[in-house]
């Protein structure tokens, strides 16, 4: 099936509108629909850690279709090799599950430092006849071989680590040359989540020195985040609640604290938006 277009950077609402009417995101919801239900018990210790339906939430309904479409496009040019896949910080999702019964022939790996998984994605191999491989460990420091796989995808991780620059040498020591590696994370619009705008530009300058870009590089972000057309939790909020992962509003206190400290409100739902990187490794590293 035609994949849309997807570029790199932050997605426009109109953007998102136009993805969710297509057949291609139809089939990853078709999929996802049958998986979360034939694996609910196998689901449901992780479903409690974070969200029962990871698709339906504010960011990943860009997120899995973007990596899926750059995988695809790279499975068509590779289509001689049976490639090998990483999903990096892969928590239980039905996305690995899904690119092993799309892209036939390529070897799915998860890697997570939760030992917990291991277990239930056996269990869901089995359920699914699948052969999606798990391995335990923390990104920074894998047992991969060098130049093991094609390619890596890392959604919605780095952000929530203070150890992205070694995560980012893991990922070079484990990639072959020529392979590619997609990056998402949430940027928190206002600075006062994990990654902050001038944080993001950091990560990326960080990328930069060690990939190099598959189309143009993003720049500085910050003018990015003025554009009003960009997909937010604000705009999800309005249109869906249930895309968001946060239920409550802050408490009073929570917004008193942060008044006195920060000499601001704290909003609802905060305000973030998401953005994609698709990066290739060349061979010798740029220093």
């Known amino acids: 099936m035609k994949s849309p277009e997807f570029h790199d950077g932050i997605p426009e609402i109109g953007e998102y509108h136009k993805l969710l009417t297509t057949s291609f995101f139809?089939?990853?919801?078709d999929f996802s629909n049958e998986f979360l239900r034939i694996n609910k018990i196998h689901l449901a210790n992780y479903s409690e850690k974070w969200v029962v339906d990871p698709l339906h939430q504010w960011s990943r309904q860009w997120e899995y279709p973007y990596v899926l479409s750059k995988l695809s496009a790279y499975a068509f040019l590779n289509s001689s090799q049976k490639l090998t896949i990483l999903d990096a910080g892969s928590g239980l999702t039905f996305f690995p599950f899904f690119l092993e019964s799309r892209l036939k022939g390529s070897e799915i790996h998860c890697c997570d430092h939760d030992a917990s998984l291991a277990h239930a994605v056996a269990s869901i191999n089995r359920k699914q006849n699948a052969q999606v491989?798990?391995?335990?460990?923390?990104l920074d420091r894998t047992e991969f071989h060098e130049e093991f796989f094609d390619c890596i995808y890392c959604i919605s991780v780095?952000?929530?680590?203070?150890?992205?620059?070694?995560?980012?040498?893991?990922?070079?020591?484990?990639?072959?040359?020529?392979?590619i590696l997609l990056?998402?994370?949430d940027i928190s619009i206002d600075g006062r989540g994990e990654i902050s705008p001038s944080s993001v530009n950091k990560l990326v300058w960080e990328v930069e020195n060690r990939f190099a870009f598959a189309s143009n590089n993003i720049g500085d972000v910050l003018p990015l985040l003025k554009n009003p057309n960009i997909w937010t939790t604000g705009e999800a909020g309005r249109i869906n609640p249930s895309l968001l992962p946060w239920k409550k509003h802050p408490s009073l206190w929570r917004r008193l604290e942060t008044f006195i400290t920060k000499g601001k409100v704290l909003k609802y739902p905060p305000p973030y938006t998401v953005s994609c990187l698709s990066l290739i490794k060349t061979s010798p590293k740029v220093v």
């Open 26 to 29: 139809k089939e990853i919801e």
């Open 133 to 138: 491989q798990f391995q335990m460990a923390s």
């Open 158 to 179: 780095l952000e929530h680590t203070d150890d992205y620059q070694n995560i980012l040498d893991e990922f070079y020591r484990i990639m072959k040359p020529g392979g």
């Open 183 to 185: 990056l998402t994370f």
